[in-house]
């Protein structure tokens, strides 16, 4: 049973640049869920998606978007990237959006130039 | 800011010994939650204590709840060195966020062989 994969592991970009991080949550979860770790910090939760649909979104920009398709999979967009985007870009799953834990991916290490 | 608060920063300890953290939150919750992280990668759920239970056990692990004091502490007993980890209580945004969640900062925690 595979648990949440992210991809790619490790990604370096120039400043304005726009990126795309991918998401596939774990077997029969339909619910993820992003989260950006700074440097010796912990998560944000930047947006969550169940049924396609963002539901709550954190304290982030616009220039951070989100999609969620019909197999539950999940893609995060940054468009014109900034130095201080470099972080920790993790994805959770779960089933459903109740009080249940989550269930984390590896993580993206995303390196702004 | 954040909603929970880890205290230590950071603790180190030798093998055997145990290792105490505590998590502070502002405002009223329907559970906590302790995840653990190693090395800056995946988190790893631990355990999920809800507000009216006081006190749950999970192996090594206890975890305490106090509402009154809007506090928690996570013990590890007789810790190993792979113990070793970064550790994070994470609490739901509002009242209506599910598993939508807000992390603290973390404890380092370093356990010496």
């Known amino acids: 049973d595979a648990g949440v994969t992210q991809s790619p592991t490790h990604l370096i970009k120039t400043r304005g640049q726009q990126v795309t991080l991918r998401c596939s949550p774990k077997?029969?979860?339909?619910?993820v869920s992003w989260y950006q770790q700074a440097l010796g910090q912990g998560p944000q939760f930047i947006f969550q998606?169940?049924?396609?649909?963002?539901?709550q979104r954190g304290n982030f920009p616009d220039r951070f978007s989100g999609h969620q398709f019909p197999n539950y999979s999940s893609e995060l967009n940054v468009n014109a990237l900034l130095l201080g985007d470099s972080a920790l870009y993790l994805c959770?799953?779960?089933?459903?959006?109740?009080?249940?834990?989550?269930?984390f991916g590896s993580g993206t290490q995303l390196s702004v130039l | 800011s954040q909603q929970g608060e880890e205290d230590p920063q950071a603790l180190s300890i030798q093998e055997g010994e145990n290792a105490t953290m505590n998590c502070s939150y502002k405002?009223?919750?329907?559970?906590l939650q302790w995840y653990r992280q190693n090395s800056g990668r995946g988190l790893v759920h631990l355990i999920l204590?809800?507000?009216?239970?006081r006190e749950k056990h999970s192996g090594r692990l206890r975890v305490t709840l106090d509402t009154s004091k809007k506090s928690s502490s996570l013990l590890i007993t007789a810790s190993r060195a792979a113990d070793t980890a970064s550790y994070f209580c994470?609490?739901?945004?509002?009242?209506?966020?599910?598993?939508?969640?807000?992390f603290g900062g973390g404890t380092r925690l370093m356990v010496k062989p």
């Open positions: 204590i809800r507000s009216n239970e």
């Open positions: 077997s029969g979860h339909d619910t």
């Open positions: 959770a799953s779960s089933s459903g959006t109740g009080y249940e834990k989550l269930f």
């Open positions: 998606y169940y049924e396609e649909e963002e539901r």
């Open positions: 994470a609490t739901p945004m509002n009242n209506n966020a599910g598993n939508m969640l807000t």
């Open positions: 405002t009223s919750i329907n559970n």
